[in-house]
């Protein structure tokens, strides 16, 4: 057979064509994750309908909002029948609902440089790998300094509470050669003598060094709950670590004492303990002790998160197979030494998730304080705020603020901890 | 043995606590401050303004006295109480009086241990409706639909007022006040029902609060007053006669405008001499000087100024004066005899 019998013969390799528009790019995802099926597609269409209407009812309440105004019949007045939110009422009580409605506003500028300081100090103990472990210093003094910047008063307070920690971390030094437990219990309590002494000698120092002091009565706003938040969560770790352990020891008042605590707190309302911070322990108390209600709060939900993140914990410690406490014992260490080489980091690791539930948990329930007729954001919002005349009526704007301020700062825990959960993968998965 | 210890320290605070209660008004003067325990909000009764500074018709009683006893009508620390936490507040000492809306009931006043020095506002249970109904009696409510608060007194007395009447009802039960006023605005329900104060401040948050009217009958009785703690009869006197001060001045009309002129010297009106202290010796009976009622009106004017001030028709509250007008304006606010 010859070539010319042949009508065409191609010389040339075709190029590579682009793959098929239905296979490529946007409308290959579509269809595959939007129009797989016919009922997929039906769903599709409902929910962008669904979409669209609310946006498109949503839209002029945003676009339209008024920002200026004195009062909510005034926002009335200059939306003049249309749909529009008043964001006024943001803007004229943004310190309220920041601060409260008594905190000294010239003294804004000191929770606000606390708060700056706060991220400073977290860095280290956040990133460790990314800033340098000199920072560790400053992280441990932050919470005399923001006691300080907060409530005010003479430097001599913060500075002897300071010095009460490094007496007692100076007797745990010495006397840790002797036995862990014992140093633990020595320091607390060498600790707890040297402050109560050091009352007297900080009680005629009160105008030593001293700002304008704010008492616990006069704070408000989210302010409150963003102290209690970090400081339960921050206090609830290791007093939840504490716990587990306690509870898994095989001593036997140890165990019950852990056990008996865990179970308790865990059966009783955030709630409960609440009211009895504020109402109960005032009939206990002689009239006239001044017990700081934020104080007592804060030992509350401490107690309470630190009940549940030990369970938490206990979890963790029972995800690890035995053989890691068989090879710690193999390796001569101590009970101190392989729980913190060992078994602790591996546990802690497995717990990240539950922690942080624990503390997103912790932190918007700090708005329960509002029913012990404390300000936080709610308190303000739905006393003060929605009370006085002008504004009564606002709802949907304030609470809104409300769930901004606490999405970001729940959804910035969350993507903190899925990063922390990436770097400490160890794993081939 | 050691749980006796704990319960017998216990007791001995508790003891300290009521004995060191007795002298409220030593107490107030060592201090400087009264402790008035105030709502955390509620529009017209008390609330803090944009700076902070608490304003309301209960929280000029607390100002008033704070003016009688300390010469200082700003020398009053507010603590705000709620619901929950306002008698415990009062019953531990950690507030020398409550001026926060609170009904005076039997069981308050006896089984709690507390004593009603008088009533500030005659409240009642009242029904809104928007005029577009044509409704101008509660009794021409025969198959309305009512929005109504469950688990409330004012459910109670809902059903009794409309069975007395033999008219039919249909509820809507609804949990705040919050809700209701979503509620009645999307028209849900015919009519709200609730405290007069509270349907007054609710109607006027509304878009267009003249389109709404509260109807003339009143259900139900809700007396509010302040109120002192059981066993300091002195300083409940205090209280008591301070309030009855700002009545009897409105009475005798003795303003806030004229009281310097009034108190300059003794006039014609006897008691008005006696209250304002330039006659007789009222102030010494009660532990006080002879200026204390002086000092107390002038602070926010006399019980109808107050009013005014924070609750009445020229507000947005807009509260009629009703049954807390004067006795001899048709009212039962009465004030017993200064003398």
Redesign the interface.
Known sequence: MSRDQFAFVRKHMLPEAPPPATQTGAIKWLRENLFSSPGNALLTIVSAYVVFQIVISATPWFLNGVWDSPS??AC?EILDGKTGACFAVLS??WN?LLFG??YPSELYWRPGLAFLLLFIAAAPVLFGKIFPRKMLIFTGLYPFVAYWLIWGGSLMVPIFALLGVLVGAFVYRRMVTVNAGIAVIVAFVAALVFWILSGYVTAPMENVLAIEAVAS?DMGGFMINLMLGVVCVSLSLPLGILLALGRQSSMPIIKWICVVFIEFIRGVPLITLL?VA???L???????TNFDLILRVIIMITMFSSAYIAEVIRGGLAALPRGQYEAADSLGLDYAQAMQLIILPQALKISIPGIVNVAVGLFKDTTLVS???M?DIV?MI????????EW??V?WELFGFACVLFFITCYGISQYSQWLERQLRTDHR | MKKTVFLGALTVAGLAAGASAAATLDDVKARGKLNCGVTTGLVGFAAPDANGVWEGFDVAVCRAVAAAVLGDGNAVEFVPTTGKTRFTALASGEIDMLARNTTWTFSRDTDLKFDFVGVNYYDGQGFLVPKSLGVSSAKELDGATVCIQTGTTTELNLADFFRANNISYEPVPIETNAEGQQQYLAGACDTYTTDASGLASTRAAFENPTDHVILPEIISKEPLGPLVRHGDNDWGDIVRWTFYALVAAEEMGITSANIGELSAAPGANPEINRILGTEGELGAMIGLDNEWAKRAISVGGNYGEIFEKNIGEKTPIGLARGLNAQWTQGGIMYAPPFR
């Open positions: 909510l019949s009335r004229e009580r309220q409605f008594k009565r009211f504020n109402v109960v005032a009939y206990f108390l002689p009239p006239g029913v012990i007729s300000f308190g739905r006393g003060p705020i929605l009370a006085s005349s009564n009526g709802y």
